[in-house]
C-alpha cells in the first residue's frame, strides 16, 4: 500500500465543518480516482482524473469537490456533509494507455464519520 | 447493460480445502475482468486480472481464476485455503463506454481452521 497513500486515516467532522482529504500516488500513473465504499454497497466511483483533467464525475453532489493539482496528488474537499456521508473514501490510480485503463492500485482509504 | 454480478455474500471454507468465490459478468464486447482484495481496515489489492489469452490467469497469493467465456464467469479460485484468506473479495469488469471499472458487490470469505 506504500504505492498510494492517503491522509488522514480518519476523520470526524461536523456538518458544519470544512476538511479536506489527500492522496499521493508514487507509481509514476497518469489517472487518479475517488471512490466512495458503504457497508453492503457497490464502490462507488466518484470521481476520475486522467492527465489532471477531469472526465468523469458521477452525480455526485456539489458539497463534495475534487482538486487534482498535478498527476501524483489528489484532493476531496469537503464541506457541509450529512450524516449519510460517512463511509470510507479510498483512492486510486492506474496508468491510462491509449484510452484504456487497466488495474487500478488502491490507498488504504479514510474512514469519515459525519455527526 | 454492462454489469458484474457476485451471486454470493459470504462464502465458508475449510482451512485446506480449495475454495471458489464466484463472478458472472455481461458486456457489449471483449471482457477486461479483474478480481481485488480487501482486508479489514485497508483498500483494495489487486489480484489478478484478465485481458486475453489462457483462460486460467494466476495472481498473487496463490490466486487464480478461469474465464469462461460462454458462461460469461470469472470465478477466483485456490487449491488450498489458508485462514489468512479470510477478507472481501471483489470482482470487477471493464465499461467499454469509458474504460472504467464496474465493481460487484463484494463476496466476504471466511476460512476456518
Known amino acids: 500500500e506504500t504505492g498510494v497513500t492517503q491522509t488522514p486515516r480518519h476523520l470526524v467532522m461536523g456538518m458544519t465543518n470544512k476538511k479536506s482529504l489527500k492522496c499521493e500516488q508514487h507509481?509514476?500513473?497518469?489517472?487518479m480516482y475517488w471512490y466512495k465504499q458503504s457497508a453492503k454497497k457497490p464502490l462507488e466511483l466518484m470521481f476520475v482524473?486522467?492527465?489532471?483533467?477531469?472526465?468523469e464525475n458521477n452525480s455526485v453532489p456539489s458539497r463534495f469537490s475534487p482538486e487534482c493539482p498535478n498527476s501524483s496528488h489528489l484532493f476531496l474537499h469537503l464541506h457541509t456533509l450529512q450524516p449519510e456521508d460517512s463511509a470510507l473514501y479510498l483512492c486510486a490510480s492506474s496508468q491510462e494507455r491509449g484510452g484504456n485503463s487497466y488495474e487500478q492500485y488502491f490507498g488504504p482509504g479514510t474512514r469519515l464519520t459525519v455527526t | 447493460a454492462q454489469s458484474v454480478a457476485q451471486p454470493e455474500d459470504q462464502v465458508n471454507v475449510a482451512e485446506g480445502n480449495p475454495l471458489t468465490v464466484k463472478c458472472t459478468y455481461s458486456?457489449?464486447?471483449?471482457?477486461?475482468l479483474f478480481w481485488y482484495v480487501q482486508y479489514p481496515n485497508r483498500g483494495l489489492q489487486f489480484l489478478l486480472k484478465?485481458?486475453?489469452?489462457d483462460n486460467l490467469v494466476k495472481g498473487s497469493y496463490g490466486f487464480e481464476a478461469e474465464f469462461n467465456k460462454s458462461q460469461t464467469s470469472f470465478h477466483l479460485k485456490k487449491p488450498s485455503a489458508l485462514v489468512s484468506d479470510s477478507a472481501l473479495y471483489f470482482c470487477a469488469v471493464r465499461d467499454d463506454s469509458n474504460y472504467q471499472l464496474i465493481w460487484g458487490a463484494g463476496t466476504k470469505l471466511i476460512i476456518k481452521p
Open positions: 484478465y485481458i486475453t489469452g
Open positions: 482524473y486522467s492527465l489532471e483533467e477531469r472526465v
Open positions: 507509481l509514476g500513473h497518469n489517472a
Open positions: 458486456v457489449s464486447g471483449n471482457p477486461y
